[in-house]
């Protein structure tokens, strides 16, 4: 998949800019604030129908405006033409199209045009709650597998009506049967997704692991699951009056936890700064085969300011990686140094892109870089 262009208007600090991209490598510098992240946050939104973040949509509309729209036209592996529009007004929510066509349900668009994001927040998929891995691996899955999604929103629609009888202090066991019969059902199927797609990408994450860090440390990923060891049916049964204490249901997948580990350590407990981003990035990268196989579609990468907390030379190999070979298609990489961006792209062949970014606006300075000094 190739994103060829972009027009981006009202989008945080960004108010009207359109782009031209490389299909191969496409580099932004500038200083923290000026909106290179929020570039690549309008293309996640294109392709996955949400921000990076968890902050309500609204908030990614300019301050003052009162819409935003994203627009893209891509070019997909087979070679068809491929445009996605999305648009943001406040107070009416959100819509998006596909060939000009809006979608009846936006989870349908999930998949379509798949992305891995490499960001400096993802230390928090390691350091953080349990809820930052599910919402990875729910993403995960559900480009992949369509129906996974369905599963998960049937499951989820369950659970919350089981919440409100528990919070209500309802006691009649067939009344939550009758509920719980919709939750187990859809639990198999996440539970049986979730433990194929860590068995999948667990020997990939162990190799890139390898790669970026260089030692002989072996870097494993575990699911925690109450299915791995019951049946939801006997869970629900058997902590069902503790729940009717608790207001909540305490047991289930909407509980499960991804183990990240470094050899016998928990990453959690023991990883330092270096080996977290190593990690996480290794974790990405696992992620991106394991979609392009199971979706078909090469996926765009966004490594979003990839020199923190990594060395230049361990950055420049990394790079190197994914830029080289048919295995990853087209790259857009942020950062502060533009030393850091001008070594890389003195370096790697094809004709990638720099855009220079100031004050949410884009300036193409590719065919200057080779007149500038090396950083």
């Known amino acids: ?40 946050e309008a293309i996640h939104l294109m392709c996955l129908a949400r921000g990076m973040s968890s902050m309500p949509e609204s908030a990614l509309i300019r301050h003052g405006a009162d819409m935003l729209g994203v627009k893209g036209n891509f070019t997909s592996d087979a070679g068809t033409p ?24 936006i989870s349908r668009h999930i998949g379509a045009f798949p992305l891995v994001s490499v960001t400096p927040a993802d230390s928090m998929l390691v350091t953080g709650s349990a809820e930052e891995r599910r919402r990875l691996t729910d993403m995960v899955i559900s480009q992949a597998d369509a129906s996974y999604l369905s599963h998960l929103i049937r499951y989820t629609r369950s659970l919350e009506s089981r919440n409100r009888m528990l919070r209500a202090g309802v006691r009649d066991n067939l009344l939550y049967e009758s509920i719980e019969t ?33 030692n002989a440390e072996t870097a494993s990923l575990g699911y925690k699951s109450v299915l791995n060891e019951a049946s939801l049916h006997d869970v629900l049964a058997e902590y069902r009056q503790k729940d009717i204490v608790l207001g909540y249901t305490s ?10 580990s470094l050899g016998d350590y928990s990453m959690r407990r023991l990883g330092s700064q270096g080996q977290v981003k190593s990690f996480t990035l290794a974790l990405r990268l696992a992620i991106f085969d394991y979609l392009k196989e199971a979706g078909g579609k090469t996926p765009l990468l966004l490594l979003d300011d990839i020199f923190d907390k990594l060395d230049a030379s361990r950055v420049e190999h990394i790079l190197h990686m994914v830029s080289e070979g048919d295995n990853f298609g087209q790259i857009f990489i942020t950062d502060t140094n533009r030393g850091h961006i001008d070594t890389i792209l003195s370096s790697l062949g094809g004709e990638p892109k720099l855009f220079e970014v100031s004050s949410g606006v884009f300036t193409d300075i590719s065919t200057a870089k080779e007149e500038l000094p090396d950083g």
Not at 2 to 11: C, K, V
Not at 251 to 260: A, E, I, K, N, Q
């Open 82 to 105: 491929e445009t996605v529009a999305v648009g943001i007004v406040k107070g009416k929510g959100k819509s998006l199209k596909r060939n000009g066509k809006e979608y009846d349900r």
């Open 251 to 260: 047991r289930g997948p909407h509980r499960d936890d991804l183990s990240m």
């Open 182 to 214: 919709a939750m187990e059902q859809a639990a198999v199927e996440i539970h049986r997704a979730r433990r194929e797609w860590v068995e999948a990408i667990g020997p990939r994450l162990s190799s890139y692991y390898s790669l970026i860090a260089g």
């Open 1 to 40: 998949m190739i994103l060829n262009n972009i027009e981006i208007l009202d989008f945080k600090n960004i108010s009207d800019a359109r782009l031209e991209f490389s299909p191969g490598v496409n580099c932004l510098v500038g200083l923290n604030g000026m909106g290179k992240s929020n570039l690549l």
